[in-house]
């Protein structure tokens, strides 16, 4: 199994999922908030999912990492960049529990993430497939400097494009 980083920004840390956020990370794909994201899904899919975000680690050196607050409790939420016959390119994914939105969560923990891919995996570029009826999603990339990329390869015909070029990120963490 690769190296999985724990990485920490002001706010957050960034770490290896475990069979404790399972309960959650489920409570979320099943419910009508991830109908951007191809759901609701079922308990068999989420699990595939779960596991296919752990098992890239190994496979590419790269996955999911799930987001906790620095100040303890449970995960919030997950920040990943993913790869394989789903996607075909390096995309760089994220979602937020319903308690955690609003609040930047997941622009710091996208920016961290995608400066750890840059600077440890030398990943040129990455993009984030966004279902086109998601505009919180869309804003965060848009937030996060990337820009619509109409002639990319996509996952679904319907999804926008948003690649991330190699532009330096703001740092928010030590």
């Known amino acids: 199994m690769s190296d999985i980083p724990t990485l920490t ?4 840390i960034l770490r290896q999922m475990q069979t404790d956020d399972w309960k959650a990370y489920f409570g979320f794909l099943a419910s009508d908030r991830a109908r951007y994201m191809g759901g609701p899904y079922s308990q068999v899919r989420a699990w595939g999912l779960f596991c296919s975000d752990y098992a890239q ?9 799930m987001i906790q607050r620095r ?5 919030i939420g ?13 995309e760089l ?9 609003g609040q930047g969560i997941a622009y710091e923990a996208a920016i961290a993430l995608c ?9 040129p570029t990455l993009v984030s497939y966004v279902d086109p009826q998601n505009d919180r999603s869309r804003r965060l990339a848009e937030r996060l400097g990337a820009v619509s990329d109409v002639d990319a390869l996509r996952p679904d ?3 926008l494009v948003y690649r991330h070029y190699g532009r330096a990120h703001l740092r928010l963490w030590s």
């Not at 100040?71 to 995960?75: N, R």
């Not at 997950?78 to 390096?90: K, L």
Request: aromatic share 20%.
């Open 115 to 123: 400066n750890w891919a840059r600077q440890t995996r030398r990943l």
């Open 157 to 159: 015909a319907t999804n």
């Open 71 to 75: 100040d303890g409790g449970p995960a």
């Open 9 to 12: 920004t002001e706010r957050l």
């Open 78 to 90: 997950q920040v990943s960049i993913n790869y394989g016959p789903s996607f075909p390119e390096y």
């Open 93 to 101: 994914g994220w979602f937020v529990y319903p308690d955690a939105e």
């Open 57 to 65: 680690w190994g496979l590419f050196g790269f996955g999911g990492l």
